[in-house]
T-cell receptor, first 112, second 115 residues
Framework: GNSVTQMEGPVTLSEEAFLTINCTYT??????LFWYVQYPGEGLQLLLK?????DKGSNKGFEATYRKETTSFHLEKGSVQVSDSAVYFC???????????FGAGTRLFVKA | DTEVTQTPKHLVMGMTNKKSLKCEQH?????MYWYKQKAKKPPELMFV???????INESVPSRFSPECPNSSLLNLHLHALQPEDSALYLC??????????????FGPGTRLTVT
């Protein structure tokens, strides 16, 4: 079946530290991959996406590369800020699929 | 305009009440979704509408009744809920459902408490 596995949190970092949140997936075919972010008390916002192998999605300093050979889509940011504190969800969507498959989410705390 | 709006923001209801959640988008999207999200969990899909027709019902209890009056509006009618139905209810929309690249745009959610 289709699934997304994310590293367990919470992840606690100091401001300006490097961030990596690991995400691996299982899917047949060629899904599109997404990172969504949820700030406290809010809905989900699309952070970035990649639709085919070797694509790199980027937004607001965050990056993730679609690696088909390792079935991974790890999220990275070179220097986190306190305002990046949120829950991050990795997700996939398959061709013809009505469903988005979400990972469990990783909570990030950034300390000043 | 890439906004999905939801009303109300908060709702407290008793187990015998009837209430409705509303969702609206003006992006011309043809697919709309209802999700339920419990604390510290990912969203769980409840319903999908595609071109105003119900395409997916994820075995949701009949006390939840969705309605799509037109392509911009999505309602969720609630009746005889249980305390365990307390959650954040999220609406989302996407351009369609046929392509994998169609990302979903989420509303801010309605925080529902059933007493």
């Amino acid at each position: 079946g289709n699934s997304v596995t994310q590293m367990e949190g919470p992840v606690t970092l100091s401001e300006e530290a490097f961030l990596t949140i690991n995400c691996t997936y299982t899917a047949t075919g060629y899904p599109s991959l997404f990172w969504y972010v949820q700030y406290p008390g809010e809905g989900l916002q699309l952070l970035l996406k990649a639709t085919k192998a070797d694509d790199k999605g980027s937004n607001k300093g965050f990056e993730a590369t679609y690696r088909k050979e390792t079935t991974s889509f790890h999220l990275e940011k070179g220097s986190v800020q306190v305002s990046d504190s949120a829950v991050y969800f990795c997700a996939l969507r398959k061709i013809g699929g009505f469903k988005t498959i979400f990972g469990a989410g990783t909570r990030l705390f950034v300390k000043a | 305009d890439t906004e999905v709006t939801q009303t109300p923001k908060h709702l407290v209801m008793g187990m015998t009440n009837k209430k409705s959640l509303k969702c609206e988008q003006h992006m011309g999207h043809r697919a709309m979704y209802w999700y339920k999200q419990k604390a510290k969990k990912p969203p769980e899909l409840m319903f999908v509408y595609s071109y105003e027709k119900l395409s997916i019902n994820e075995s949701v209890p009949s006390r939840f009744s969705p309605e799509c009056p037109n392509s911009s509006l999505l309602n969720l009618h609630l009746h005889a809920l249980q305390p365990e139905d307390s959650a954040l209810y999220l609406c989302a929309s996407s351009q369609g459902t046929g392509a994998t690249s169609y990302e979903q745009y989420f509303g801010p959610g309605t925080r529902l408490t059933v007493t």
